[in-house]
């Protein structure tokens, strides 16, 4: 048991509510607000059989549709029609088949007898019931099991062959949103709701054993293996977790020597490491000496291993300490931004002595009393400083605790789409704020609609405190963005996105140190408004309001067109014409109210820096710093084009209707699509043999392994998907639409269009 993907059942055209496997693997049934349940062949993948209902269904249960296989959606019965006043959460199917258990969200357990059709118990709960399972010893043919419910701080566990019940009432002080039971070894397991932690407990007498932390949401599911010696738990994190619940080795668990009695998976040492760090080189370095120890621990190659650090291959313990350390700093965002702003705020608070130096990070300095502006100077680092912790926590919490929850909450049911509703919600969200703030920062200037008022009266030594924030703030959020396109799933773009935040970095910085914030501002703006128009159209991408879709994204060609090439380009061009007409060429230094020059310009270099160090230094302007920022401008406006054309490609594909693929897709998703001309069956693009799944890269537990029927390019691709893709001129990803040639064309440009049926 490795945790490997294995394969991915097609054929809903809704969000899958359930899915349960039989006992004996023979038979999977899952329950979608298609309105169908669907009955598969977990060998094949094949759809056996399609269950018609009038309604979303949220319950199936892979025990019960192995009697069923054989019929037919009009050959069903129904059972209990009206008792309960909710939706059904679980359905049970007893170890006797006659014997059918419910729990709604009516707060409401009930025992059905099939023979009669008629509830023959009923239980009702004080909190809303989150789970209900089935717990059997399979080794034993007449045990009954248990059936454990988790209901708000209570798991209720119930005699299976006694319908209603009551064997133990299990207390809690914390919501618990899972509950799996053990028999044999009388060990439980819950998943928390709010704290994401998992709990192993002794049934009797009821004791706490262990706490696992890994999870990041909810834990909605739990359960044991047949022989107890590990459990999963499945979370709205969008993971599936595997534990081992015994002493001795198990599985990939068969690493290192452990002290007998230990039940840790990372044997007794692991209570003297030091820190995290090397919490997280342990496991890395017992997992590859296992892997390389023990070759029959995977019977199958699998896919290599992709994490958003490192971005270079590992060559030695440091790369692979310092990755190790930049992938704990991703997982802790939130907590290491709260930790820095409140001791901040802390010291800011109790010791008055470094409340002159604590200031800095939370308030614009600089401050002229008897003008009521801001000057520039190196103090502002601090500030762009708090803004990037600021922005790297809020980030994180509001995706985690806002956004993905919402797009959950909208049916976008697969982790990854959420993800990518999260990231451009999210976008969004500071895109907006910070284009009202810079258009109404732009409308009440001197320079509304006239671009020669940019220039006028250069060199204008102190700001507006609103100009000042705003500027440093938009800086902050930009050199975050640098560490955010790491942190992403690398796209294919990787290389123009990260050039296009490091030339608007050098710009913000320079225009801010050389007082063209007026030209800065404008451009964000620029900027701003299209980004807001993207993200946007991808968020009705991603909740599948296609024509609402093509409507954003056709306004957002438009807008990209007209701000980012012919706005933008106005801009330049008055950099050219205009900067010699307004500004005097030479060098000034002092403050507003006394500015002296212009002067001649040093034989040196050093003056070019004065700027970023005094401000009331020298500062100079001559043709050299003009082309200076107009080569970084016509370079940004190089990376626009670039983007632009891939953006025109796309869509002229999508018109023509000639399929397309995803120009700035993500690297990983490299798998095949599949195409679907009967309900559920599978028919991959590229030769599958029987009884195969078709590829696709996932997570593994090795950074080596490779599928043996693909031959990797030197690009990093399999050159097989490369034909595939190329000869059927799909996008990434999977077909789930039956007979419709709809594709994934957009990925991160736009909207999927479908082409005619």
Request: aromatic share 12%; charged share 20%.
């Amino acid at each position: 048991m490795t945790g490997d993907w294995i394969g991915t059942f097609i054929g809903h055209k809704g969000a899958v509510w359930s899915s349960r496997l039989s006992s004996d693997a023979t038979v999977a049934a899952t329950g979608s607000a298609d309105f169908t349940a669907r009955i598969w062949d977990p060998q094949t993948g094949e759809c056996q059989q399609i269950l018609q209902h009038d309604h979303i269904v949220k319950a199936t249960n892979g025990e019960g549709v192995r009697a069923a296989t054989t019929l037919t959606a009009k050959d069903g019965i129904e059972v209990g029609a009206g008792e309960h006043t909710a939706s059904i959460r679980s359905i049970v199917w007893n170890v006797d088949f006659n014997i059918l258990t419910t729990a709604a969200d009516d707060k409401t357990l009930r025992w059905y007898d099939l023979r009669s059709q008629r509830a023959i118990a009923q239980y009702k709960t004080e909190r809303d019931i989150t789970s209900c399972e089935l717990s059997t010893n399979k080794f034993e043919d007449n045990d009954p099991g248990l059936l454990s419910v988790a209901a708000g701080h209570s798991a209720i566990l119930f005699d299976a062959g006694r319908p209603g019940e009551v064997i133990k009432q299990m207390n809690f002080d914390h919501d618990i949103a899972s509950v799996a039971v053990h028999p044999p070894t009388g060990r439980v397991v819950t998943g928390g709701m709010k704290d994401t932690w998992v709990r192993v407990w002794d049934l009797e007498p009821q004791k706490q054993i262990e706490v696992l932390k890994g999870h990041h949401g909810p834990i909605w599911s739990t359960m044991f293996s047949p022989d107890g010696k590990i459990f999963a738990t499945g979370s709205e994190d969008g993971t599936i977790k595997l534990w081992k619940a015994c002493k001795e080795p198990y599985g990939l668990w068969r690493v290192g020597q452990r002290a007998a009695g230990d039940s840790s998976p990372h044997g007794p040492d692991s209570a003297r490491l030091k820190s995290p760090l090397q919490r997280m080189t342990q496991e890395h370095q017992h997992q590859q000496h296992f892997l390389a120890a023990c070759p029959e621990a995977r019977q199958h190659d699998a896919p290599s291993q992709k994490t958003a650090f490192p971005r270079w291959p590992q060559q030695g313990t440091e790369k692979s300490s310092i990755a190790l350390a930049c992938t704990w700093i991703v997982l802790h965002q939130i907590s290491i931004s709260v930790t820095l702003i409140s001791l901040l705020f802390a010291v800011h608070a109790l010791y008055e002595p470094a409340q002159h130096h604590t200031a800095k990070f939370f308030r614009i300095s600089y401050y002229n009393a008897a003008r009521g502006t801001f000057a520039l100077g190196w103090d502002d680092i601090f500030f762009v400083f708090y803004w990037i912790i600021v922005f790297t926590g809020a980030r994180c919490a509001v995706m985690d605790y806002f956004l993905s929850p919402l797009a959950a909450a909208l049916g976008i049911c697969k982790p990854k789409a959420r993800v990518r509703f999260a990231e451009q919600a999210w976008i969004v969200l500071y895109s907006g704020s910070s284009c009202c703030v810079g258009l109404f920062i732009y409308a009440h200037s001197d320079y509304w609609l006239n671009l020669r008022a940019l220039w006028w009266n250069w060199p204008t030594r102190e700001l507006d405190g609103l100009v000042k924030w705003y500027y440093l703030v938009q800086f902050a959020f930009w050199l975050q963005q640098i560490v955010v396109v790491n942190i992403e799933e690398r796209r294919k773009d990787y290389a123009q996105m990260f050039t296009h935040h490091i030339i608007t970095c050098t710009l913000i910085f320079g225009s801010y140190g050389y007082h063209q914030t007026r030209v800065g501002n404008l451009i964000l703006v620029l900027m701003d408004f299209v980004d807001v128009q993207l993200s946007f159209a991808k968020l009705l991408k991603y909740l599948g309001f296609q024509a609402l879709c093509d409507a954003a994204f056709g306004a957002f060609m438009v807008g990209w067109f007209a701000l980012r090439h012919v706005a933008y380009m106005c801009i330049c061009w008055s950099v050219y014409v205009h900067i010699p007409q307004e500004i005097t060429y030479g060098c000034y230094s002092g403050g507003d109210g006394h500015l002296q020059g212009p002067s001649e310009a040093p034989a040196d270099w050093e003056h070019l820096t004065w700027p970023f160090r005094d401000p009331e230094g020298l500062i100079c302007w001559n043709d050299r710093i003009k082309w200076a920022f107009l080569t970084m401008l016509l370079a940004l406006q190089v990376v626009l084009l670039i983007w632009f054309g891939m953006i025109i490609k796309v869509a002229y594909k999508v018109v023509t209707g000639t399929g397309a693929d995803d120009v700035r897709s993500d690297d990983e998703d490299e798998s095949a699509d599949l195409a679907t001309d009967a309900p559920g069956r599978l028919h991959p693009s590229a030769a599958v043999g029987p009884g195969q799944w078709p590829e696709e890269d996932v997570l593994s537990t090795d950074a080596h392994f490779a599928p043996p029927t693909r031959t990797k390019s030197a690009n990093g691709a399999t050159s097989a998907l490369a034909r595939r893709k190329k000869e059927n001129g799909h996008s990434s990803g999977v077909n789930i639409l039956g007979g419709s040639t709809r594709k994934e064309l957009l990925g991160r440009i736009g909207c999927d269009k479908p082409t005619s049926e």
